[in-house]
């Protein structure tokens, strides 16, 4: 391997791995906002919305790796396909991080007023989440577009956990208005794990799309 075409791999490496140290980031951050969440912990709420800023800080140094790339480098066909794709798993994985910010500002908002349903189904979508977003960044290291797909496919439960919980939300401030502020929090944390699916299933086109070159459109 020419000395240059080298160099240019243990770039993309560092590049992936600076994606896989930005992913763990994510995944505490959404893991700490349902244990604030579950325990009115506002103090660590706190720190989730202090501690964004090292994601923030991650996507910026990946975004000016990536910059440096295309200026040095001068990449063509599937390499340019390779770091683009970062620049926008990147902002992908930035987004998911401010939703678990969303979570940390409603616990906030909810303090210690008792929840009007048992948060059964919110950590299991937390959960799931969680999982997706290590299993896609694997397969955005290994470019299988396979594992991308499986992993987008997971989407489905965590949107049917979704429509459950908005369901029985509804149902419950309906039928007591004194629950309805509540009732409308867990509706936003709910809504902000599915926006979080929908990241992780935006991250697996773009992993096809680095694979084929072909855009695709996932669980819609």
């Keep these: 391997m020419p000395s ?5 791999s243990e770039e993309l490496n560092d590049l992936h791995q600076s994606l896989l140290k930005m992913g763990i980031l994510v995944e505490e951050s959404i ?6 969440l579950k325990g009115y912990n506002s103090e660590l709420a706190e720190k989730i919305i202090q501690d964004d800023d090292d994601i923030n800080s991650a996507e ?9 790339l295309l200026a040095t480098q001068q990449p063509v066909a599937g390499d340019l396909r390779t770091i683009v794709t970062a620049i926008k798993v990147a902002t992908q994985l930035e987004r998911i991080g401010d939703h678990a910010v969303h979570i940390a500002k409603s ?8 929840f009007i349903k048992d948060l059964i189904d919110i950590p299991r979508m937390a959960e799931i989440c969680q999982s997706m977003i290590g299993d896609i960044l694997t397969a ?15 989407d489905d439960e965590v949107d049917k956990l979704y429509y459950r919980m908005t369901r029985d939300l509804v149902t419950s401030m309906i039928e007591d208005k ?14 902000y794990l599915e926006r979080m699916g929908d990241h992780v299933t935006n991250i697996s086109e ?8 072909k855009h695709v459109e996932l669980n819609r």
């Design 4 to 8: 240059t075409r080298k160099h240019f």
């Design 206 to 213: 773009l992993i096809i799309y680095n694979a084929s070159g």
């Design 140 to 154: 955005l290291i290994n470019n299988d577009s396979d594992y991308a797909r499986e992993v987008a496919g997971r």
């Design 107 to 114: 616990v906030l908002k909810l303090s210690h007023d008792p």
């Design 178 to 191: 004194a629950k309805i502020n509540r009732g409308l929090e867990l509706i936003f944390i709910v809504r």
């Design 31 to 36: 893991q700490k906002s349902i244990i604030a």
């Design 60 to 68: 910026t140094g990946i975004l000016d790796h990536c910059t440096k």
